[in-house]
């Protein structure tokens, strides 16, 4: 767990010894035989420092993930509402990291962007995550959380970029924000040089051209009162013919952003501070931050979705498919870190 050791991070070495056992939860205090380190297992985990046992601290975080308040969960699992304050905040920074290091090279056809209205505080200050999903693996690419402006969505296509394997091959639907128009030349397009006319002056500035691999297309809606009353399509960047390229693959006839949408109500039923018509609202900025990335890595790594299904090699009565799993438990998901197998 030391970088300056010349195995940090390198797995299946067996540098690792059981120097001996602690606690109510007989942790194993790990030394390397390289360096000489020592350290408990729990070193970079969400569980690292915890004071209450294993399966507590998982409860913790189940509750939390099933949109439970910090003093309904602190009451449902018998711990100090301190506990869960500090639980919940290891908590988002681990789901943080994981997905830093796991959401990398991600192979997409298409992805959706969409925000959710929240508040932080009081509810005079309106608090947004918005997120960018992959809707054939349902996969959350990005999440960020701030006011809704041009930074906001800048951060988000910024994010998003970096994360997908070729940013100049894929379709973007969002809806009508015109900030997604502004920023996606910068973030997806492909930046050249214009030449200079005459031989002095300054140079022109850099401009971005979009190449026939990469659409990005707008679902505009129009409401009346809180009702949706008209649907318009705005191709704005790249042809019609790319979109309708990747459409079949989607499942969809149309454009529509319907794969974000979901996962806002899902969002919704996950976080308690992103309650529809109520007064739910964080009072620390850094509380919403942190179980809105819980909430996406419980989404991402945790829960089957319904919405995946794979052939049965033979039928179970009715069933003729099952949802995808995913490859971890949430108590398995906390408890992950490199000290079981590398130093």
């Known amino acids: 767990m030391t970088p300056e050791c010349e195995l940090y991070g390198q797995a299946g070495r067996n540098n690792l010894t059981v120097r001996k056992v602690y606690g109510a939860d007989q942790l194993r205090y790990?030394?390397?035989?390289?360096?000489?380190?020592?350290?408990?297992?729990?070193?970079?985990?969400?569980?690292?420092n915890t004071k209450v046992c294993e399966a507590q601290a998982v409860a913790v975080a189940a509750h939390l993930s099933e949109?439970?308040?910090?003093?309904?969960?602190?009451?449902?699992?018998?711990?100090?509402?301190?506990?869960?304050?500090?639980?919940?905040?290891?908590?988002?920074r681990h789901g943080q990291h994981f997905h830093a290091a796991h959401v990398q090279a991600v192979p997409v056809k298409a992805v959706e962007g969409d925000e959710r209205h929240g508040f932080n505080g009081t509810k005079q200050t309106p608090a947004w995550e918005a997120e960018m999903l992959d809707p054939q693996s349902k996969l959350?690419?990005?999440?960020?959380?701030?006011?809704?402006?041009e930074a906001l969505i800048r951060r988000l296509?910024?994010?998003?970029?970096?994360?997908?394997?070729?940013?100049?091959?894929?379709?973007?639907?969002?809806?009508g924000?015109?900030?997604?128009?502004?920023?996606?030349?910068?973030?997806?397009?492909?930046?050249?040089?214009?030449?200079?006319?005459?031989?002095?002056?300054?140079?022109?500035?850099?401009?971005?051209?979009?190449?026939?691999t990469l659409a990005h297309v707008q679902v505009?809606?129009?409401?009346?009162?809180?009702?949706?009353?008209?649907?318009?399509?705005?191709?704005?960047?790249?042809?019609?013919?790319?979109?309708?390229?990747?459409l079949p693959e989607l499942g969809y006839t149309q454009p529509n952003t319907s794969a974000i949408e979901r996962r806002n109500a899902t969002a919704r039923r996950l976080g308690v501070y992103q309650v529809r018509k109520s007064i739910?609202?964080?009072?620390?900025?850094?509380?919403?931050?942190?179980?809105?990335?819980?909430?996406?890595?419980?989404?991402?790594?945790?829960?089957?979705?319904?919405?995946?299904?794979?052939?049965?090699?033979?039928?179970?009565?009715?069933?003729?498919?099952?949802?995808?799993?995913?490859?971890?438990?949430?108590d398995s998901l906390i408890t992950f870190?490199?000290?079981r197998s590398s130093c």
């Open 177 to 212: 924000e015109a900030s997604y128009a502004t920023l996606f030349p910068e973030y997806f397009g492909v930046p050249y040089q214009p030449a200079r006319r005459g031989a002095t002056g300054r140079r022109p500035q850099v401009r971005y051209r979009i190449p026939r």
């Open 140 to 149: 959350v690419l990005a999440h960020v959380q701030g006011p809704r402006d």
């Open 67 to 92: 949109g439970c308040s910090l003093a309904s969960t602190a009451r449902l699992t018998a711990v100090d509402i301190c506990v869960v304050q500090r639980l919940q905040a290891e908590l988002g």
């Open 220 to 246: 505009v809606k129009r409401r009346e009162g809180s009702r949706v009353v008209e649907v318009s399509i705005r191709y704005t960047h790249g042809s019609r013919k790319r979109v309708a390229q990747v």
């Open 280 to 330: 739910a609202f964080a009072r620390r900025p850094d509380t919403k931050l942190a179980l809105g990335w819980w909430g996406v890595t419980v989404y991402n790594w945790c829960r089957p979705h319904r919405a995946l299904r794979l052939p049965l090699a033979a039928p179970q009565g009715k069933k003729s498919s099952s949802p995808v799993h995913r490859p971890w438990r949430p």
């Open 30 to 48: 790990l030394r390397c035989r390289h360096c000489g380190h020592e350290f408990s297992e729990r070193k970079g985990t969400a569980l690292w």
């Open 157 to 175: 296509l910024a994010d998003t970029a970096q994360r997908v394997a070729n940013r100049h091959d894929l379709v973007l639907f969002t809806d």
């Open 337 to 339: 870190s490199r000290s």
